[in-house]
């Protein structure tokens, strides 16, 4: 059975950084491409990061390019999102997802219950 379960959302100031994680289970792991994706006020449904594989190839959405990282940790089943430079209007939900076969980021397979983060003053 998947498991995607996201941590470390909260309030955080306009210009700061938070860093979420999401513990997958379920399937295998290190072969599945692994991403987030986030719902704004702005956007109901945006795809954010995708990553391969530990140390593989990251797609980033525009709007967050030099400001987001993705990585992973295979051997743990781990997902990160290190954000910084967050604006006020990356607040929202963020959900980590999975693909499958050659699924775009606009379709992930599954994903978890996501985290809230709120960027304000």
């Known amino acids: 059975q998947v498991q995607l379960v996201e941590s470390g959302g909260g309030l955080v100031q306009p210009g700061g950084s938070l860093e979420l994680s999401c513990a997958a289970s379920?399937?295998?792991?290190?072969?599945?491409?692994m991403g987030w994706s986030r719902r704004t006020r702005r956007k109901e449904c945006e795809w954010v990061a995708t990553?391969?594989?530990?140390?593989?190839?990251?797609n980033y959405t525009e709007s967050v390019k030099g400001r987001f990282t993705i990585s992973r940790d295979d051997d743990n089943g781990l997902v990160y999102l290190d954000m910084t430079n967050l604006k006020p209007e990356a607040t929202g939900d963020y959900f980590c997802?999975?693909?499958?076969?050659?699924?775009?980021?606009?379709?992930?397979?599954?994903w978890g219950r996501g985290t809230h983060i709120t960027v304000s003053s």
């Open positions: 997802f999975l693909l499958t076969g050659d699924r775009p980021p606009e379709y992930p397979a599954a």
């Open positions: 379920g399937f295998a792991f290190r072969t599945t491409v």
């Open positions: 990553m391969t594989r530990a140390g593989g190839a990251t």
